[in-house]
């Protein structure tokens, strides 16, 4: 006959502790598997906006991230940029330069497309529009968010390139060519992928898609 | 002692890229910002640390104290304020680096300009007699590195007397004397002989600081006008 055999109190504890155990072991595979899990993405047809000319909307990973822009500012800047975004130009380009909390660029159009990217030149690439004066003179308070087209170390070489800060850079005005401010969705950019050791990315995140809201 | 150990290893292997953005922007390492709200946006930075830079690490820095970083800053405000953002923007002048014990392969220097980083290194701690003028000297040497052409050396050169060779650097020669001379003979100062590009920047800078000028030097007279004159080409506006 076999005796019922009942479970002692450690055995219980021991038990459950296993449970939790994998619980715990599981919740984080799945957090750490998902970095967008807590972003939001917002959807810009949910919302009203001052001047919906100006804005522009960018899908990455994590979402949109939803930037408007000030042709007041940088007028030949902001010129660019639309003509590129109304190109589907900057479509599947990499994010090649991201320091992490501090700045994602991306917007090399010759060496950072997904189909062709070339690690060796990235960053060196043109758009084939030729460059564009600096507008650095307006003032510019470049807090977290800002948009600005990125250049070489001289001035007045703006192409297709852009550069978001996720931090406030005051040292930036009168530096670079401010084209904008990211209005929602910088959590979205601060989750895009990046390396320890170097500001330049290997096997990068990509724009999906970039879209003025009103073409 | 271990733990110690492994926890500094941890750290080293563990930080992240750093995001220097003055160095990202002028390539020179160990600096904070000191002041930046200024009209004609000039950005005053200090090294927080010393610092290394140059063809082969050639160039050195130290950090101060902050009571004479505070005192000489006042100094340096009042000069380079003369300056607005209009013409700085076209010499291509933008960062002012304080520090002090400034050398270039180890020899003091009062300043280092270089218009490509726009930047200006200066010695807050550089003789006090000559402080306020070397400020405005080197800021020359920056005028002068950015417009090239308009202060060519060659007709500056046929001012002085025939005879008269200047040497072929300014450290390859013992004429580097800052005092003013009372009686000028076509120079300012001794500094003034080393070469042309110095003997321009001596001239603006005691004409920035206001000192007077010997009017009985035909020589120096036609050095005076030549600054005067390409100033204005480059600033219609501007005031010595």
Not at chain 1, 120 to 144: Q, R, W
Not at chain 2, 42 to 58: E, H, M, S, W
Not at chain 2, 126 to 137: A, C, G, L, Q, T
Request: aromatic letters at 12%.
């Amino acid at each position: 006959m076999i005796q019922k055999i009942k479970a002692s109190k450690s055995e219980k504890i021991i038990f459950i502790f296993i449970i939790c155990l994998a619980i715990f072991s599981l919740g984080s595979f799945l957090l750490i598997k998902d970095k967008c899990l807590f972003v939001k993405d917002y959807n810009p047809e949910k919302i009203k906006f001052e001047k919906p000319n100006n804005i522009a909307v960018l899908n990455v990973p994590c979402g949109n991230v939803i930037i408007e822009l000030y042709p007041e500012i940088s007028p030949n800047g902001v010129k660019r940029f639309i003509t590129l975004v109304k190109s589907k130009a900057y479509d599947d380009v990499a994010f090649h330069r991201v320091i992490k909390d501090t700045l994602v660029q991306a917007g090399d159009l010759e060496f950072g497309k997904k189909e062709n990217i070339d690690y060796g030149k990235i960053g060196t690439g043109k758009s084939g529009l030729g460059t564009i004066n600096s507008e650095v003179d307006a003032p510019f308070n470049f807090k977290k968010g800002s948009v600005a087209l990125a250049r070489t170390q001289k001035y007045n070489t703006e192409d297709s390139q852009f550069f978001i800060v996720l931090r406030d850079e005051p040292l930036y005005e009168t530096e670079y060519t401010p084209i904008g401010k990211v209005i929602y969705g910088l959590k979205a950019l601060e989750k895009i992928k990046y390396l320890d050791k170097s500001q330049y990315v290997l096997r990068p995140d990509y724009i999906s898609t970039l879209r003025m809201l009103i073409d | 002692m271990n733990l110690i150990r492994l926890i500094l290893l941890s750290l080293f292997i563990f930080t992240h890229v750093q995001a220097n953005t003055i160095y990202n922007l002028i390539k020179i390492p160990n600096l904070e910002i000191y002041e930046i709200n200024k009209s004609n946006k000039l950005r005053y930075l200090y090294a927080k640390q010393p610092f290394t830079i140059g063809v082969d690490n050639n160039i050195n820095c130290y950090n101060s104290e902050k009571k004479v970083l505070n005192e000489k800053f006042k100094i340096i405000q009042k000069n380079l304020d003369r300056y607005n953002q209009k013409f700085l923007k076209k010499i291509n002048l933008k960062y002012i680096v304080l520090c002090e014990d400034l050398s270039i392969s180890k020899i003091n220097t009062a300043g280092i300009p270089d218009h490509i980083m726009k930047t200006l290194i200066i010695d807050i701690k550089f003789d006090e007699r000559y402080f306020e003028r070397v400020i405005h000297h080197e800021v020359f040497h920056i005028i002068n590195d950015s417009y090239k052409e308009i202060f060519d050396e060659k007709i500056w050169s046929n001012f002085n007397v025939k005879n008269f060779k200047y040497a072929e650097c300014s450290t390859c020669t013992d004429k580097i004397g800052l005092d003013t001379y009372r009686e000028t003979d076509g120079f300012i100062t001794e500094y003034s002989r080393s070469t042309a590009s110095e003997d321009m920047a001596e001239v603006f800078s005691h004409l920035m600081i206001g000192l007077s000028l010997n009017n009985s030097d035909p020589i120096l007279e036609k050095k005076i006008q030549f600054i005067k004159n390409n100033l204005l080409k480059i600033d219609e506006n501007f005031i010595l």
